[in-house]
């Protein structure tokens, strides 16, 4: 078959389904089905130009980005992978979210490769404004599985080797979750496998005990090799 011309794709395994996110060009390669016309835009927030290359980082983006896109009713969804956090708003909502980010940030868009700058508007084009009062709070579930987490990278040029074992762990050698010994809620295990292959870079996040099934030379985590705990909230569709 040709090349993919797909250059955004994220497959997420949960408890309770899979969640695909792909580009057009992605789109178009899958079947024919029923879908949500929803079409969403990508953000991502860099470094200024000439500081030290590191990431925004989640606590960054849930202050300055998530905060102030809720008090205006932008629904949000977060991609972490190895490399970046990615932020990704309904294609409707992008007057609010840029007329809202511009307060604080630079906003470009991509034309062809290249970052455009986006022409700031200070005034307010009948934006809704931001309601503090009146508003009765949303309560989420939250759960914190036992699992702990890596999150890995690896060369493209090696997926082929891993390529069975990928699909075999995605679709096939399902466990049931173990239960805490305990049994408080909350604290059992639970399924999660996450892969992204975006703009040719690879990110992976599953357990430890998934890993072990992986050829351990060809991952590529920090130089720390932490692992991570996962703070779930919520549980219902799209809700990440």
Request: charged share 20%.
């Amino acid at each position: 078959p040709p090349p993919t011309r797909c250059k955004f794709f994220s497959l997420t395994e949960t408890p309770e389904d899979y969640t695909l996110m792909v580009d057009e060009e992605g789109f178009k390669e899958l079947p024919p089905s029923e879908f949500l016309q929803v079409r969403w835009r990508v953000l991502n927030v860099s470094p200024p130009s000439g500081a030290a290359v590191q990431a925004a980082g989640v606590t960054k983006i849930a202050r300055s980005v998530i905060a102030p896109l809720a008090e205006h009713h932008v629904s949000v969804l977060m991609l972490s992978t190895y490399q970046t956090d990615f932020i990704l708003v309904r294609e409707q909502d992008l007057s609010v979210v840029i007329h809202t980010l511009a307060r604080e940030f630079d906003i470009y868009r991509e034309v062809g490769g290249e970052p455009v700058p986006v022409a700031r508007d200070d005034s307010s084009n009948g934006f809704p404004r931001a309601q503090h009062g009146g508003l009765s709070p949303t309560v989420h579930p939250i759960q914190s599985p036992q699992n702990r987490f890596c999150v890995l990278t690896l060369d493209p040029e090696t997926l082929p080797a891993i390529a069975t074992t990928l699909i075999d762990v995605l679709f096939y050698s399902h466990s049931p979750p173990r239960e805490a010994a305990s049994g408080s809620p909350g604290s059992s295990s639970i399924t999660f496998f996450a892969f992204s292959l975006i703009e040719g870079y690879i990110s992976i996040v599953m357990d430890a005990e998934t890993q072990k099934k992986f050829p351990s030379d060809l991952l590529l985590t920090s130089s720390s090799g932490e692992l991570w705990r996962m703070v779930r909230i919520g549980g219902q569709p799209l809700g990440l």
